[in-house]
């Protein structure tokens, strides 16, 4: 945790050290290509940072993430509360809509979830009795005990 913790602050630091200059050019509509494409490494590089991501999870980001969700690191470098929360979520979600398409390229796995929901949701839950069963023995030994105890205690009912 505390590794996680040091790496997201290091990001951290890396996007608020250069954010007027990033900033400036992801912001500027008549930004260059060339512009935006030299500083995405930079930017990248200290976001996978922040989102505690090792190469592999973060190449299943798509490349325009950043682009996408400037708002959110934005409010990261402000500190607004929660902020590195959302951006990890929406990080978790992109992956995992990627990894969607990769495992499930046919959608055969996409059907069966179908299916598992479906049979959730017409579950007959009044097919099945719930209740205990006592043997009429037991139940009278139960008793018997019972006001054994409540004699030897010498309880009454007043």
Request: proline share 3%.
């Amino acid at each position: 945790m505390a590794l996680a913790n040091k790496k997201m602050e290091k990001g951290t630091k890396t996007i608020a050290s250069n954010w007027e200059d990033w900033n400036d050019i992801m912001s500027d509509s008549d930004a260059s290509l060339e512009d935006v494409s030299e500083i995405l490494p930079e930017v990248n590089d200290a976001l996978q940072d922040v989102l505690n991501l090792d190469s592999t999870e973060f190449a299943l980001l798509p490349p325009d993430f950043a682009q996408r969700h400037w708002d959110l690191i934005k409010d990261v470098v402000n500190g607004v509360e929660g902020a590195v929360d959302d951006l990890r979520n929406v990080a978790g979600q992109e992956i995992l809509m990627q990894v969607d398409g990769v495992l499930d390229p046919d959608g055969s796995l996409n059907a069966e979830f179908a299916d598992l929901h479906n049979a959730i949701a017409s579950f007959d839950a009044s097919e099945f009795a719930v209740g205990v069963a006592l043997d009429p023995q037991q139940e009278a030994d139960f008793y018997s005990s019972c006001q054994s105890l409540v004699d030897a205690a010498g309880m009454t009912a007043e």
